[in-house]
């Protein structure tokens, strides 16, 4: 056999086994309880994917109305979800949460501020765990954990904002915020408003 029918052979065997994984992916699901995530029905001891998170809801099961717009933030399944204010636009998006409990606040605040390229500073409590981080990293450097746009929260030091470390999406990585990857958080910031509701659930 040359070595390009070795190739084809092996693109083939490489081929089938992606398309059985997905398949195996898209069996039925079931929903957790308090969070909008479904998970597969896969065998006791299995590994969990969080495949089944991404799907549309509806704002009415969250929020009286869209006034100002309105953002839902599923922390278990990692997920965004947005809606405008005439609800003619809604999106959903990936997200990184926080890494513990202890680090969650849930329930519901508000958009305060709309900041682009933003400075970091850590927080007392971040400053305390970590005392070589610095004192501030200015806005637009590439080692900035705010990213590119950062919608700030009622909540002191609460933000949704990016992230230029996008191996953090998907993931508890997180000191209490909410990451986006920079091309969302950018759309978002696009599409609220200082006053867009926020639920955290």
């Keep these: 056999m040359s070595a390009e029918d070795r190739i084809k052979v092996n693109r083939r065997a490489f081929l089938g086994t992606a398309a059985a994984g997905l398949a195996a992916g898209l069996s039925p699901a079931l929903a957790m ?3 909008t995530e479904f998970i597969s029905s896969v065998p006791v001891g299995s590994v969990r994917n969080n495949v089944s998170s991404f799907r549309m809801l509806r704002w009415q099961d969250y929020f009286d109305s869209t006034r100002n717009g309105a953002i839902l933030v599923d922390l278990t399944s990692r ?3 947005y809606w405008s204010e005439d609800q003619a636009t809604y999106r959903l998006y990936p997200t990184s949460v926080p890494l513990s409990e202890d680090l969650t606040r849930r329930g519901k605040t508000e958009v305060v501020q709309k900041v682009v390229a933003p400075s970091w ?6 400053k305390q765990r970590n005392p070589e981080w610095p ?4 806005g637009g450097a590439p080692d900035n954990p705010l990213g590119s746009h950062a919608l700030y929260l009622s909540w002191t030091y609460y933000r949704i904002h ?3 470390d996008t191996r953090k999406i998907g993931r508890r990585s997180s ?5 986006l990857y920079n091309e969302h958080i950018a759309e978002l910031f696009s599409m609220t408003k200082v006053g867009t ?5």
Aim: proline letters at 7%.
């Design 121 to 126: 500073r850590p927080t007392p409590s971040m």
């Design 175 to 179: 000191n209490g915020c909410v990451g």
């Design 33 to 35: 309880d308090g969070s």
């Design 79 to 81: 997920a965004l979800h």
């Design 162 to 164: 990016g992230t230029h």
């Design 135 to 138: 004192d501030v990293v200015a």
């Design 197 to 201: 509701q926020v639920l955290l659930i």
